[in-house]
């Protein structure tokens, strides 16, 4: 079956770096465009960033933009998001979720059950 | 930057229908999904494209659309509907995602 599983959060310290990743299994993922998805502790999901299915072109929330940088590997079938610069209110669940085969930004149909990223000194 | 407008609680009583709505600009020109989370739990894809339903999801969920405002119907609410729930969509440019702000239903 379809799954996506992320790992790389933890603890961080404020202006530090972080790269997750998201191994994606039970499909085509080099057919795919994916998106990574953040969730402030009790707040509402945030959409971060999206990838193309070849890579070919990638767009970013005006929040992240300029500090993180989403690429894939399809010859891994995984997608990563590297962080930097990281800030307090980059403290989130970060979920990775599949999006569309078409190149655009169409929402996604499945997620990853999310990593933690705690920025703290 | 591109918004989407979702009332922040709806509550009703079981039995009853639950709407809620999403507002944006571009959603005559954009699908939007709607996903439902429990407290701890990622989120799930209820409906997407606007209208259609995930093989195996309950049939008392429906989408709708008119305009620039969408719809998430729940007829004959249940106690486990009780959730956030949340729509997505994209930029007028198809590039940009973005998400509506959630609504909390509360069943009664």
């Known amino acids: 079956q379809v799954q996506l599983v992320e790992s790389g959060g933890g603890v961080v310290q404020p202006g530090r770096s972080l790269r997750l990743s998201c191994a994606a299994s039970?499909?085509?993922?080099?057919?795919?465009?994916m998106h990574w998805v953040r969730q402030a502790p009790g707040k509402g999901l945030e959409w971060v960033a999206v990838i193309w299915y070849d890579g070919s072109n990638k767009y970013y929330a005006d929040s992240v933009k300029g500090r993180f940088t989403i690429s894939r590997d399809n010859s891994k079938n995984t997608l990563y998001l590297q962080m930097n610069s990281l800030r307090a209110e980059d403290t989130a669940v970060y979920y990775c979720?599949?999006?569309?085969?078409?190149?655009?930004?169409?929402?996604?149909?499945?997620w990853g059950q999310g990593t933690m990223v705690t920025v703290s000194s | 930057s591109y918004e989407l407008t979702q009332p922040p609680s709806v509550s009703v009583s079981p039995g009853q229908t639950a709407r809620i709505t999403c507002s944006g600009d571009?959603?005559?020109?954009?699908?939007v999904y709607w996903y439902q989370q429990k407290p701890g739990q990622a989120p799930v894809v209820v409906i997407y494209?606007?209208?259609e339903r995930p093989s195996g999801f309950p049939e008392r969920f429906s989408g709708s659309s008119s305009g620039t405002t969408v719809t998430l119907t729940i007829s004959g609410v249940q106690a486990e509907d009780e959730a956030d729930y949340y729509c997505?969509?994209?930029?007028?440019?198809?590039?940009?995602?973005?998400f509506g702000g959630g609504t909390k239903l509360t069943v009664l």
């Open positions: 997505q969509s994209a930029d007028s440019s198809g590039t940009l995602g973005v």
């Open positions: 571009a959603l005559p020109k954009q699908y």
């Open positions: 039970g499909f085509t993922f080099s057919s795919y465009g």
């Open positions: 494209k606007d209208s």
């Open positions: 979720a599949r999006g569309s085969t078409a190149p655009n930004a169409q929402p996604p149909e499945v």
